[in-house]
């Protein structure tokens, strides 16, 4: 079983829907859940972080933990053709982060 | 932030060679990382390398595979040894940022090998 499971998509949506994401764990010691976007030949960038269970938003993007159920998701609001990348989910007990596969995403003009 | 560069941005390399990438970061780091990501797979950490010191391989990654250089504060290379397709993937480098869970990449290292 691996550390991270996340469903690798691909995902297709029009614009301005509300994109889903979402990953489950299994190391119960994780503190610090990530969210990183990965645009086409970049590196991963930090888009959202959360420390232990709750919600977490940020303009469009809501990022929510729930530790009981070792489950994580992201939304996006309103998406836009600019929020077509990779997503992937890491989480962390210390500085090492450990990835989830990455879900990529389109939204179609 | 801090802002990563690596070199070559994209190779082909032939099966039974090396190749080096070159990490270089604009302001000091203590923590450096190797990662590889293969399609479809997760991003896997290979090494931890701190400046100073022997760097930390994860679990099914060797040094003789994978040696790392790391000589100051704002460099590192990754050398990948005697290659075969199997070696074909995308890696990257990353930094340490001010938060544990923070880390900055660079744009990635695109190794091909035939």
């Known amino acids: 079983q691996k550390e991270v499971e996340q469903d690798p998509g691909p995902l297709s949506v029009p614009e301005g829907a509300i994109v889903s994401l979402n990953c489950t764990y299994s190391?119960?010691?994780?503190?610090?859940f990530m969210w990183y976007r990965q645009y086409s030949r970049k590196g991963p960038e930090l888009l959202m972080y959360t420390y232990s269970s709750g919600n977490k938003e940020d303009g469009r993007f809501t990022a929510q933990v729930d530790k009981s159920s070792k489950y994580i998701s992201l939304f996006i609001r309103d998406s836009q053709p600019s929020d077509s990348a990779t997503y992937l989910c890491?989480?962390?007990?210390?500085?090492?982060?450990?990835f989830g596969a990455g879900t990529t995403v389109t939204v179609r003009a | 932030s801090a802002v990563i560069s690596q070199k070559p941005s994209r190779d082909i390399c032939q099966r039974g060679t090396s190749l080096t990438i070159q990490c270089q970061v604009d302001?000091?780091?203590?923590?450096m990382f190797w990662y590889r990501q293969q399609p479809g797979q997760s991003l896997t950490l290979i090494a931890t390398a701190n400046q100073g010191s022997e760097a930390t391989y994860e679990s099914g990654f060797v040094i003789d595979k994978f040696p790392i250089s790391r000589p100051n504060l704002t460099f590192s290379t990754l050398t990948v040894s005697n290659m075969s397709p199997e070696d074909s993937s995308i890696y990257l480098c990353s930094v340490e940022g001010d938060r544990p869970y923070e880390q900055y990449f660079g744009p990635g290292t695109r190794l091909t090998v035939t």
């Open positions: 190391n119960s010691a994780f503190q610090y």
């Open positions: 890491a989480m962390s007990d210390d500085y090492k982060l450990s």
């Open positions: 302001s000091q780091v203590t923590m």
